[in-house]
């Protein structure tokens, strides 16, 4: 639609002509696509957990209810990593914001690493330092320290416990820090003026007013939680302790698979995400938690004297714990010759780079794959956010409520039943080709990651005051052209820092992936899971020491680009 | 690990006390040949020894390389493979790791060659299964790729192993009993292993 700006300006004079016609094709647009990637797996769940080869059948759901101690498992997962990752999250947050923690604003960059390491990888460098007998603790502690029993044993819940809450206690640590920014230290004050000792305002006063954001963080840890598969799967399955993602992924590659039942546990986590969340809306509804106004804040720093180098000693103890250590032990393994029991056995080797690199037949394949999905899904899930956030913020379309609604969903779907899901609907769809393609893969990441899209690009949208756009509006450019040239320009900086996370996020994805990959689209962090299968650890570290550095080189450039953007 | 003379014998050494909790390693149901080794042993060693095996209570793994490199790493003593030579590969050999021929008799898995009824390309499938049944593609790719048994006449076993003459396979004998167990065989392993 082609229009000069004379023939515009008289139609702005008409209230009832106030929407342009391709605001509304665009939000049609983006409802249709939002809903089909958002519903249409969530459907497939439901409809697959309630049919058999004979039709309607309630066996696979029977099963799945009658697993009590899958169920039991998969309950402790989430309610224990969830507790133990907002109260490390949580401690966190106060040591860095609200205590004068020496060296706070480098830990602070250092506590949100985890983000970018998948659990995977975690869990298996903690699982060759923690196994029961053949882990490097217990090792050493019986050929240097002579101790008869093991140390430790992360092998069983306490281990997946541990390392799920080490990997998502960032999450807690990001809100939590952020609720006590935008606080505003006069409430504490006045407390004080009442008679309120220092501990006292604190606890009756600010606690209760992170709250919501510790429950909001508790409920993406909780989701993530229930729907992990790799952490259980390296830490629980060799102690035969199973929980649903791995029954879901143990159902699907069993022979015969069981396709069915697996959708009744994913069915099952969804109502368990589905009743959390309408909980929290229901805590939360019914006080009002308004603490944040147009004023910007500077949080008090409270001193605390020598405890402060305690603190910060607990901050590295987390940093090393849940990066460094991990990260050090896939180094190690990847440079010598094989982990075995017996440590004269073990000698430096270059062998499993020289592996991976030159004779491992997936190296390549994987991460070309990956690289291509990670700077497609960033891509689409950067201009989805635009496209979405823009309609919710911008205008007054009716079914913007649901747009918002519908792509903030997948926060609360566990990526591994949105994977089910895609499965279900686009096995037997041949209209949409794409079951077996890297283009499903693409859908699933797509739809996973759309809500921290959608979140950043509002963000940014909410700081632009309209009048930019509409003064170009007025001087005749179209939606398209204004979004272009006035929209993007101004939120790139946001876009950028968005795409880069985006990407280094995809990279480590593994829930999803395990379910939908095939030979020909196999991506890194399968790679590495295949190799864990195979055996083949060495080999395993090896490769996922090279991803690790692909990942934080691409996190140097973002850390750059927010430096020069601050510098400007 | 375990002293090369207390390596179990047969299948029902596996029932001592010392290997109970932890101690054995055993396939997960994920394939065709795990199905395959259960099937078989349930047949000749009943029901009753399924059970006692599985209130062993031994670890699950997904796959033989998994099983092994719990081996290797000292985490368990004792594993049931469903890949026999993965005991006899060169690293698990420098580890340590002795393979074993239980007394009753080992679960043999064949693995069959077919040219699929609509192949684009069934010549070439011809040719390739021509050679792959022949002497030479039998000691490439059984013997050397896979140090697996050959079922060609006059081909030597893989190094290590015993001649296949001196070993005691067991194969199914009625296929449509075989075939109606193999549909169910994800809620017997359940049984038996994860009860």
């Given at each position: 639609?082609?229009?000069?700006s004379?023939l515009?300006?008289?139609r702005?004079?008409?209230?009832?002509?106030?929407?342009p016609?391709?605001?509304t094709?665009?939000?049609?647009f983006?409802?249709?696509?939002?809903a089909?990637?958002?519903?249409?797996?969530?459907?497939?769940?439901?409809?697959?957990?309630?049919q058999?080869?004979?039709?309607?059948?309630?066996?696979?759901?029977?099963?799945?209810?009658?697993?009590?101690?899958v169920?039991?498992?998969?309950?402790?997962v989430?309610?224990?990593t969830?507790?133990?990752?907002?109260?490390?999250g949580?401690?966190l947050a106060?040591?860095?914001?609200?205590?004068?923690?020496?060296g706070?604003?480098?830990?602070e960059?250092?506590?949100i690493?985890?983000?970018?390491?998948t659990?995977?990888?975690?869990?298996?460098a903690?699982?060759?330092l923690?196994?029961?007998r053949?882990?490097?603790i217990?090792?050493?502690?019986?050929?240097v320290?002579?101790?008869?029993?093991?140390l430790?044993?992360?092998?069983g819940p306490?281990?997946?416990?541990f390392?799920?809450a080490?990997?998502?206690?960032?999450l807690p640590?990001?809100?939590?820090?952020?609720a006590l920014?935008a606080?505003?230290p006069?409430?504490?004050e006045?407390?004080r003026v009442?008679?309120?000792?220092?501990?006292?305002?604190f606890?009756?006063v600010?606690l209760p007013l992170?709250?919501?954001?510790?429950?909001?963080?508790a409920?993406?840890?909780?989701?993530?939680?229930?729907?992990l598969?790799?952490?259980?799967?390296v830490?629980?399955?060799?102690?035969?302790?199973?929980?649903?993602g791995?029954e879901?992924?143990r159902?699907l590659?069993?022979y015969?698979?069981?396709?069915?039942?697996?959708a009744?546990?994913g069915?099952?986590?969804?109502?368990?995400?589905?009743?959390?969340?309408?909980?929290?809306?229901?805590i939360?509804?019914?006080?009002?938690f308004?603490?944040?106004?147009?004023?910007?804040f500077?949080?008090r720093?409270?001193?605390?004297?020598?405890?402060?180098y305690?603190?910060a000693?607990?901050?590295w103890?987390?940093?090393?714990?849940?990066?460094?250590?991990?990260?050090?032990t896939l180094?190690?393994?990847?440079?010598?010759n094989?982990?075995?029991?017996?440590?004269?056995?073990m000698?430096?080797?270059?062998r499993?780079f020289?592996y991976?690199?030159?004779?491992?037949?997936?190296?390549?394949i994987?991460?070309?794959?990956?690289?291509?999905?990670?700077?497609?899904?960033?891509?689409?899930v950067c201009?989805?956010?635009?496209g979405?956030?823009?309609?919710?913020?911008?205008?007054?379309?009716?079914?913007?409520?649901?747009?918002?609604?519908?792509?903030?969903?997948?926060?609360?779907?566990?990526?591994?039943?949105?994977?089910?899901?895609?499965?279900?609907?686009?096995?037997?769809?041949t209209?949409?080709?794409i079951?077996?393609?890297?283009?499903i893969?693409l859908v699933?990441y797509?739809?996973?990651?759309?809500?921290f899209?959608?979140r950043?690009a509002s963000?940014?949208?909410?700081?632009l005051?309209p009048?930019?756009?509409?003064?170009?509006r007025?001087a005749?450019a179209?939606?398209?052209?204004?979004?272009?040239?006035?929209v993007?320009?101004?939120?790139?900086?946001t876009?950028?820092?968005?795409?880069t996370?985006?990407?280094?996020?995809a990279m480590?994805?593994?829930?999803?992936?395990?379910?939908?990959?095939?030979?020909?689209?196999?991506v890194?962090?399968?790679?590495?899971?295949?190799?864990?299968?195979?055996?083949?650890v060495?080999?395993?570290a090896?490769?996922s020491?090279?991803?690790?550095?692909?990942t934080?080189?691409?996190?140097g450039?973002?850390l750059?680009?927010?430096?020069r953007?601050?510098?400007a | 690990?375990l002293?090369?003379?207390q390596a179990?014998?047969?299948?029902?050494?596996?029932?001592?006390?010392?290997f109970?909790?932890?101690k054995?390693?055993?396939?997960?149901?994920?394939?065709?040949?795990?199905?395959n080794?259960?099937?078989?042993?349930?047949?000749l060693?009943?029901?009753?020894f399924?059970?006692?095996?599985g209130?062993?209570?031994?670890?699950?793994?997904?796959?033989?390389?998994?099983l092994?490199?719990?081996l290797?790493?000292?985490?368990?003593?004792?594993?049931?493979?469903?890949?026999?030579?993965?005991?006899f590969?060169p690293?698990?050999?420098?580890?340590?790791?002795?393979?074993?021929?239980?007394?009753?008799g080992?679960?043999?898995?064949v693995?069959?060659i077919a040219?699929?009824?609509d192949?684009?390309?069934p010549?070439a499938?011809?040719?390739?299964?021509?050679?792959?049944?022949?002497?030479?593609?039998?000691?490439l790719?059984?013997?050397?790729?896979?140090?697996?048994y050959?079922?060609?006449?006059?081909i030597?076993?893989?190094?290590?192993?015993?001649?296949?003459?001196e070993t005691?396979?067991?194969?199914?004998?009625?296929?449509?009993?075989?075939?109606?167990?193999?549909?169910?065989f994800?809620?017997?392993?359940?049984k038996?292993?994860?009860a």
């Amino acid at each position: 639609m082609a229009r000069s700006s004379h023939l515009d300006l008289p139609r702005l004079a008409l209230p009832r002509l106030r929407l342009p016609a391709s605001e509304t094709v665009l939000a049609a647009f983006l409802v249709a696509l939002v809903a089909a990637l958002v519903l249409a797996p969530i459907i497939a769940v439901v409809v697959g957990a309630m049919q058999d080869s004979s039709g309607v059948s309630m066996r696979w759901l029977t099963n799945v209810l009658s697993s009590t101690r899958v169920i039991g498992n998969t309950m402790l997962v989430g309610v224990a990593t969830t507790a133990l990752a907002v109260l490390i999250g949580g401690a966190l947050a106060l040591v860095l914001v609200r205590i004068d923690t020496p060296g706070r604003s480098v830990l602070e960059e250092l506590v949100i690493l985890p983000l970018y390491v998948t659990p995977l990888l975690t869990a298996i460098a903690w699982s060759w330092l923690g196994s029961p007998r053949g882990g490097l603790i217990n090792l050493f502690g019986r050929e240097v320290l002579g101790a008869s029993q093991g140390l430790v044993n992360l092998h069983g819940p306490a281990g997946v416990v541990f390392v799920s809450a080490l990997a998502y206690a960032p999450l807690p640590f990001l809100l939590i820090a952020a609720a006590l920014r935008a606080m505003d230290p006069a409430l504490e004050e006045s407390a004080r003026v009442h008679g309120a000792g220092a501990g006292g305002a604190f606890a009756r006063v600010s606690l209760p007013l992170v709250l919501p954001a510790a429950l909001g963080s508790a409920i993406l840890v909780f989701v993530q939680a229930i729907g992990l598969f790799s952490v259980p799967a390296v830490l629980g399955m060799p102690s035969g302790f199973y929980v649903a993602g791995t029954e879901i992924y143990r159902l699907l590659n069993n022979y015969p698979p069981r396709v069915g039942q697996a959708a009744a546990w994913g069915l099952l986590l969804l109502a368990i995400t589905a009743a959390l969340v309408w909980l929290q809306g229901a805590i939360l509804d019914r006080r009002s938690f308004v603490t944040v106004t147009g004023k910007a804040f500077r949080p008090r720093i409270l001193p605390v004297g020598p405890m402060r180098y305690a603190f910060a000693a607990c901050a590295w103890l987390y940093v090393t714990a849940a990066v460094m250590l991990p990260v050090l032990t896939l180094i190690w393994a990847a440079l010598v010759n094989f982990l075995t029991v017996d440590l004269k056995l073990m000698a430096f080797d270059l062998r499993h780079f020289e592996y991976v690199l030159f004779t491992y037949p997936k190296t390549y394949i994987a991460a070309q794959n990956s690289i291509l999905l990670g700077s497609a899904t960033a891509t689409i899930v950067c201009a989805l956010g635009l496209g979405v956030s823009w309609i919710v913020v911008r205008t007054r379309i009716r079914g913007r409520g649901f747009l918002d609604q519908v792509s903030m969903m997948p926060l609360a779907l566990p990526s591994i039943v949105l994977a089910l899901g895609l499965l279900w609907t686009y096995v037997g769809l041949t209209l949409v080709p794409i079951y077996g393609t890297i283009i499903i893969l693409l859908v699933a990441y797509v739809t996973h990651y759309l809500p921290f899209g959608v979140r950043a690009a509002s963000g940014a949208l909410r700081q632009l005051h309209p009048e930019l756009e509409d003064a170009a509006r007025i001087a005749g450019a179209s939606l398209a052209k204004t979004l272009r040239f006035v929209v993007l320009p101004l939120t790139r900086p946001t876009l950028v820092a968005t795409w880069t996370l985006l990407f280094v996020l995809a990279m480590q994805e593994v829930s999803a992936s395990i379910l939908l990959y095939t030979s020909r689209t196999t991506v890194l962090s399968v790679a590495v899971f295949d190799l864990w299968e195979a055996g083949n650890v060495n080999a395993l570290a090896a490769l996922s020491v090279l991803q690790l550095a692909v990942t934080f080189v691409a996190l140097g450039f973002v850390l750059r680009a927010r430096q020069r953007a601050l510098a400007a | 690990m375990l002293p090369r003379e207390q390596a179990p014998k047969a299948w029902t050494d596996l029932l001592k006390p010392e290997f109970k909790g932890r101690k054995l390693v055993i396939q997960d149901s994920a394939a065709g040949t795990s199905f395959n080794q259960m099937y078989l042993l349930e047949k000749l060693l009943g029901a009753d020894f399924m059970r006692r095996w599985g209130r062993q209570d031994p670890v699950i793994v997904a796959t033989s390389a998994q099983l092994i490199d719990m081996l290797v790493r000292g985490e368990a003593l004792v594993g049931a493979t469903v890949d026999h030579f993965r005991a006899f590969e060169p690293d698990a050999a420098k580890a340590g790791i002795v393979g074993v021929y239980p007394t009753e008799g080992m679960p043999l898995a064949v693995a069959p060659i077919a040219i699929f009824k609509d192949a684009p390309h069934p010549n070439a499938a011809r040719l390739f299964m021509d050679y792959a049944l022949s002497e030479e593609g039998q000691n490439l790719l059984a013997v050397e790729i896979f140090g697996a048994y050959s079922m060609r006449r006059g081909i030597r076993p893989p190094p290590g192993q015993l001649p296949l003459a001196e070993t005691k396979p067991l194969l199914p004998t009625d296929f449509s009993d075989y075939e109606r167990a193999a549909q169910n065989f994800p809620e017997t392993f359940e049984k038996y292993f994860r009860a």
